[in-house]
């Protein structure tokens, strides 16, 4: 019921910024809690942050925190991660997702039900 569209990524030189959007279409986005994740080459999908279904909530991986910001627009139906300070070892392919459940705000992927195809994010040095 939920299809997911990421845009936003590009090249930033380390210290930049870039903020990532994620479209969402199909009625269950407003009630579902929903994260970032990130996937680099040769590496396991990892937590970036997440966000409880009304956005009062809000969790980060220690990599990320104090230099990202996750929030969302439901009656846009958009995700956004705002991203700055970005380091070199940020780079990797970002990916949104949604959860089925409204209650639960997860850090593990398998908690989440909808994926986007991910866009890319390189931070030269």
């Known amino acids: 019921q939920v299809q997911l569209v990421e845009s936003g990524g590009g090249l930033v030189q380390a210290g930049g910024s870039l903020r990532l959007s994620c479209a969402a279409s199909g009625r269950t986005f407003s009630s579902s809690g929903m994260g970032w994740f990130r996937q680099a080459p040769g590496k396991e999908r990892e937590f970036v942050a997440a966000?409880?279904?009304?956005?009062?909530?809000?969790y980060y991986a220690d990599s990320v925190k104090g230099r990202f910001t996750i929030s969302r627009d439901n009656a846009k139906n958009t995700l956004y991660l705002q991203m700055n300070s970005l380091k070199p070892e940020d780079t990797a392919v970002y990916i949104c997702?949604?959860?089925?459940?409204?209650?639960?705000?997860?850090?593990?992927?398998?908690?989440?039900?909808?994926w986007g195809q991910g866009t890319q994010v390189t931070v030269s040095s």
């Open positions: 966000i409880s279904w009304r956005g009062a909530n809000t």
């Open positions: 997702a949604a959860d089925r459940v409204t209650w639960r705000t997860s850090t593990t992927p398998t908690t989440y039900d909808y």
